[in-house]
């Protein structure tokens, strides 16, 4: 019996503010494998993450996506985040007063007391986890990804380093344990010692029951992150897809290679 991807994407045409930017894109992301999507600024990328997760700004005029075989498309955002959506974003907001630790636990308690994925209309399965219990799962996954302990007594992204706001996104993915993680840009603005300790902590977490959408528009992050399949889009649709040599072909000879023979057909 074959296997139907956990995320699947079809023929999506998204607008915002009435202007047409996802033009009929096609994606299926399994876990156990990790996806980049990569693509010149422009070509909808950002539009396509966004749209993954809910951002009401997004209009979707035609297609579907589904995740786990049902439609999220009426899903609020937290509904697709409790179903096992994950969003690392680009730009993490600064919550001063709240710290790390207890933003994860109040994330986690959220999804535990929806009952396994509230979107699926299950009864909640208990009040949230025990602060012992969670205390042990944040050290075991800090040590996972060799952060230091103080960490989680900061306020969440107030005054942390582009790698520190990246290293939360990452260990909020360890927590949370989603089935799909898409990771928006997530390498942007780092130098190459946050980009390894990002790439680092992707790796340690990917595994089967794990399934990544890098999103980047450089191929740096593909020599850290090994992926399974490279798509390249541009003008809100994928105009390619193959294995890890693509991106080496993209970095070789940019993307406008991908544009003539988009032009060519």
């Given amino acids: 019996m074959s296997h139907t991807p956990e995320l699947v994407v079809r023929d999506l045409h998204v607008a915002v503010e009435g202007k047409e930017i996802l033009k009929g894109l096609n994606l299926e992301v399994s876990k156990g494998e990790i996806h980049a999507l990569m693509g010149p600024n422009g070509s909808g990328k ?70 396994d994925g509230g979107a699926n209309g299950k009864v909640p399965t208990r009040k949230g986890i025990a602060p012992k219990e969670f205390r042990a799962m944040l050290k075991e996954k800090m040590a996972l990804l060799k952060m230091d302990e103080s960490f989680a007594t900061r306020y969440l992204n107030d005054g942390f380093s582009g790698g520190e706001k990246k290293r939360a996104e990452i260990l909020q993915m360890a927590i949370l344990k989603p089935e799909i993680a898409i990771m928006d840009e997530t390498d942007s603005g780092l130098d190459i010692d946050a980009l390894r300790v990002v790439s680092d902590g992707v790796n340690a977490l990917a595994g089967k029951d794990l399934g990544v959408l890098v999103i980047t528009h450089y191929n740096r992050i593909l020599n850290y992150i ?27 000879r940019g993307y406008d290679w991908v544009r003539g023979e988009v032009e060519v057909r």
């Fill in 46 to 115: 950002s539009t396509f993450a966004n749209t993954l997760m809910g951002h009401p700004r997004y209009e979707v005029t035609a297609g579907e996506i589904r995740f786990k075989g049902e439609s999220v498309l009426e899903m609020e955002p937290d509904e697709r985040s409790r179903a096992g959506l994950f969003m690392a974003f680009q730009y993490p907001v600064a919550i001063p007063g709240v710290t790390v630790a207890n933003f994860l636990r109040t994330a986690l308690n959220a999804r535990v007391a929806a009952g």
């Fill in 226 to 252: 090994k992926p399974t399949k490279v798509h390249v889009m541009v003008d809100g649709r994928i105009q390619a897809s193959g294995g890890p040599e693509l991106a080496l072909e993209l970095e070789s």
